[in-house]
């Protein structure tokens, strides 16, 4: 543990921690560290991993179909529409196929569109979105002299190994007036943090995330690098089929005879998870000072 220590996001190596799992999913070797307050936890060793040919693992679970029909993008659309609508440019880090970039660009197609993504596979899917601007790293944009008022990535902050210098960059293409709007797991977790299921924090803790955060440790390390959080939203991306899965048969995927019998009352459970900020994602939109 102690050499990763150093290796930490600032400032939350200076944090006490403790063992939380020995042995993560798909590696047995990897071991799970926490701070006290149970906000941020990393991986030891710290993994390393090729995004320039990239496989999620919900791909790799072959669960790529029951992510698509939980409406996922459409509800992260939905909590942050508001802001995206009042910009002139955006710029997602992490596009993958642009899904996401395409939803936006259906509701509003006069924005600018920016895209950093390493991943080679998916340039395929991008290359036919005419109007998307494609960077490889995000330092080809700042060396482009890319300014967007909307810096976006989701599920991506957690596999940065440095955070503190990527933070650095993004506030560099960010206009006067810019936000950097960033979502992550988080380890508010209901599966976690309410109903403490052990088969599913063995499945949750992966070689693919080298760090875990809350809303506590994330602002922290925004804060640290000057950013000012301007506000946070809780976001249940999965719901009560999900959970009632896990619950009883201890498997990812879902389950399409619970889907049938709750779906009259999902939205609600998963809004009541939201009101106490027990989810599995949060969102963090933050200005940098300038």
């Avoid at 494609?134 to 957690?158: I, R």
């Avoid at 940065?160 to 293409?173: D, G, Q």
């Amino acid at each position: 543990m102690d050499n990763n220590i150093l290796n930490l996001p600032s400032p939350l190596m200076s944090d006490k921690f403790e063992l939380l799992r020995k042995g993560v999913y798909c590696n047995p070797e990897t071991n799970v560290w926490i701070n006290q307050s149970k906000s941020f936890a990393y991986l030891d060793p710290l993994p390393i991993v090729n995004y320039e040919n990239y496989i999620p693992r919900v791909e790799q679970l072959g669960l790529s179909k029951y992510k698509q029909n939980s409406s996922v993008l459409e509800s992260r659309f939905e909590k942050i529409n508001h802001i995206i609508k009042k910009k002139k440019s955006i710029l997602e880090i992490g596009s993958a196929d642009g899904s996401f970039l395409k939803l936006v660009h259906q509701h509003f197609p006069d924005l600018l569109y920016y895209s950093v993504e390493p991943d080679i596979s998916t340039s395929p899917y991008r290359d036919k979105l005419s109007w998307l601007v494609q960077y490889g790293h995000l330092s080809e944009a700042v060396q482009n002299n890319v300014k967007v008022d909307v810096v976006a990535l989701f599920h991506v902050f957690e596999h940065i190994e440095k955070p503190n210098e990527f933070l650095k960059l993004v506030s560099k293409i960010l206009t006067e007036d810019g936000v950097i709007l960033i979502e992550v797991p988080c380890l508010m977790d209901p599966l976690l943090s309410v109903f403490h299921l052990s088969s599913y924090q063995e499945f949750y803790f992966q070689c693919q995330h080298p760090f875990v955060y809350s809303e506590e440790s994330l602002c922290r390390v925004l804060k640290c690098e000057g950013f000012d959080v301007q506000q946070v939203i809780y976001h249940q991306r999965y719901g009560m089929e999900n959970h009632l899965q896990w619950l009883s048969k201890g498997l990812p995927g879902g389950n399409q005879t619970y889907k049938e019998m709750f779906k009259n009352i999902d939205k609600d459970y998963r809004s009541a998870l939201e009101s106490k900020g027990k989810t599995d994602s949060i969102m963090i939109i933050a200005k940098a000072k300038r």
